[in-house]
T-cell receptor, first 112, second 118 residues
């Protein structure tokens, strides 16, 4: 069991560039989440997906889009990156019988 | 809106001693979950302990225990026999149920950086 995996681990973008952060889980979980973590703050929810085919906005969705490709994969896309999106991004998943979310290792994104 | 407050940005403790990290939260719900997550320098978020609000008994996991005071909306983490490997950022989190399909979001505090002094 790899748990929750994220690619890439690090990325540097220029303002205006686009990119997709990939997340996959092998625990057969229904729910998946994208968070961002900024210095001095806890994690904040960007988008979530309660099941395959559904996505919903979280606390800070502006500037992002997501795709729940299948039960395993949940991607986060930045269409036109801005310096304010410099952050560490975490993907998480949760199964129906679990009370906790399982986190991936994170992606450190820098937008210049 | 639910909020989680960690008022101690940094704490330090001597190895083998005991330390308590504070967390308070605000909610109008009666049933919820609270969590402590650890984030070492590797950046990985690791669940330390969880507490169901309907349980009066405080949760315990080996050297980690909580003091859950529901009326005071307080949820502190006690680490006994501190070890060098306990050095990390510790986040308190509140589980809020979202409106659809029983899904949830975690609301996090701003974290406490714990240093272990050898």
């Amino acid at each position: 069991n790899a748990g929750v995996t994220q690619t890439p681990k690090f990325q540097v973008l220029k303002t205006g560039q686009s990119m997709t952060l990939q997340c996959a889980q092998d625990m057969n979980h229904n729910s998946m989440y994208w968070y961002r973590q900024d210095p001095g703050m806890g994690l904040r929810l960007i988008y979530y997906s309660a099941s395959e085919g559904t996505t919903d906005k979280g606390e800070v969705p502006n500037g992002y889009n997501v795709s729940r490709l299948n039960k395993r994969e949940f991607s986060l896309r930045l269409e036109s990156a801005a310096p304010s999106q410099t952050s560490v991004y975490f993907c998480a998943s949760r199964g129906a019988t679990h009370n906790e979310q399982f986190f991936g290792p994170g992606t450190r994104l820098t937008v210049l | 809106a639910q909020t989680v407050t960690q008022s101690q940005p940094e704490m330090s403790v001597q190895e083998a001693e005991t330390v308590t990290l504070s967390c308070t939260y605000d909610t109008s719900e009666s049933d919820y979950y609270l969590f402590w997550y650890k984030q070492p320098p590797s950046r990985q978020m690791i669940l330390v302990i969880r507490q169901e609000a309907y349980k009066q008994q405080n949760a315990t996991e080996n050297r980690f225990s909580v003091n859950f005071q529901k009326a005071a909306k307080s949820f502190s983490l006690k680490i006994s026999d501190s070890q060098l490997g306990d050095a990390a950022m510790y986040f308190c989190a509140y589980r809020m149920l979202l409106s659809n399909f029983g899904n949830e979001k975690l609301t996090f505090g701003t974290g406490t950086r714990l240093t272990i002094i050898p």
